[in-house]
């Protein structure tokens, strides 16, 4: 799942999502006061430009350049609000922080035997900040997936939460329904997520 595939699977077609922003972040992010924000897998800049119309300032970082172009054009009046960011965060770590709140939702970050990547964002997480991530329920995959697609090669949010340390509060660490349909193609029913807020401690 690198660059090559996300612009060939951005480029079939028109338009990939929705343009609304994802269920999760609506739910988990609404009442937190704006700030600096990471959007991790931005895409086509639905949550991006959701989180920068309430005000937040967005670093909005994908791995397909494709994906960028389709959301700095639809950025409009919002260009002093986020910043679009070509990034693999398999090979370079996530733009300088701290961040008000990092959000990951349906990130297919795979793993890898130091977590590196995944310690560059949870080391994003400004003390005090949030981190929000957010998953499709593993038991809904099917084990012949059309792209090689297995959930265990990548993090899930139970395997975030084992890395956070005493300077975290997990706030929300759980299972429920989607409150929007699945993309079409697919049958994810149910959401995996995970909401942790740093300390003023260091450390992740």
């Given at each position: 799942?690198?660059?090559?595939?996300?612009?060939?699977?951005?480029?079939?077609?028109?338009?990939?999502?929705?343009?609304?922003?994802?269920?999760?972040?609506?739910?988990?992010?609404?009442?937190l006061p704006p700030?600096?924000?990471?959007?991790?897998?931005?895409?086509?800049?639905?949550?991006?430009?959701?989180?920068?119309?309430?005000?937040?300032?967005?670093?909005?970082?994908?791995?397909?350049?494709?994906?960028?172009?389709?959301?700095?054009?639809?950025?409009?009046?919002?260009?002093?609000?986020?910043?679009?960011?070509?990034?693999?965060?398999?090979?370079?770590?996530?733009?300088?922080?701290?961040?008000?709140?990092?959000?990951?939702?349906?990130?297919?970050?795979?793993?890898?035997?130091?977590?590196?990547?995944?310690?560059?964002?949870?080391?994003?997480?400004?003390?005090?900040?949030?981190?929000?991530?957010?998953?499709?329920?593993?038991?809904?995959?099917?084990?012949?997936?059309?792209?090689?697609?297995?959930?265990?090669?990548?993090?899930?949010?139970?395997?975030?939460?084992?890395?956070?340390?005493?300077?975290?509060?997990?706030?929300?660490?759980?299972?429920?329904?989607?409150?929007?349909?699945?993309?079409?193609?697919?049958?994810?029913?149910?959401?995996?997520?995970?909401?942790?807020?740093?300390?003023?401690?260091?450390?992740?």
């Open positions: 799942m690198d660059a090559q595939f996300w612009n060939e699977l951005y480029g079939g077609r028109e338009q990939l999502w929705s343009g609304a922003p994802n269920g999760v972040l609506v739910t988990e992010v609404t009442g700030g600096r924000a990471l959007d991790v897998g931005c895409g086509e800049g639905g949550d991006a430009l959701w989180l920068a119309r309430r005000g937040w300032q967005v670093t909005a970082i994908d791995i397909s350049s494709i994906a960028l172009e389709r959301a700095a054009a639809a950025t409009g009046a919002l260009t002093d609000r986020v910043t679009w960011s070509h990034t693999d965060l398999t090979s370079a770590p996530p733009p300088a922080g701290p961040f008000d709140l990092v959000s990951a939702q349906y990130f297919p970050l795979p793993h890898q035997p130091d977590h590196t990547a995944l310690r560059g964002l949870l080391d994003a997480v400004a003390p005090g900040g949030t981190l929000l991530f957010a998953g499709h329920d593993p038991a809904e995959f099917p084990p012949d997936d059309e792209h090689g697609f297995h959930p265990d090669d990548f993090y899930q949010p139970a395997d975030v939460a084992k890395l956070l340390d005493e300077s975290w509060t997990v706030l929300v660490d759980e299972t429920r329904p989607r409150t929007a349909p699945a993309p079409p193609g697919t049958h994810h029913t149910r959401d995996v997520v995970l909401r942790a807020r740093r300390g003023s401690g260091s450390g992740s």
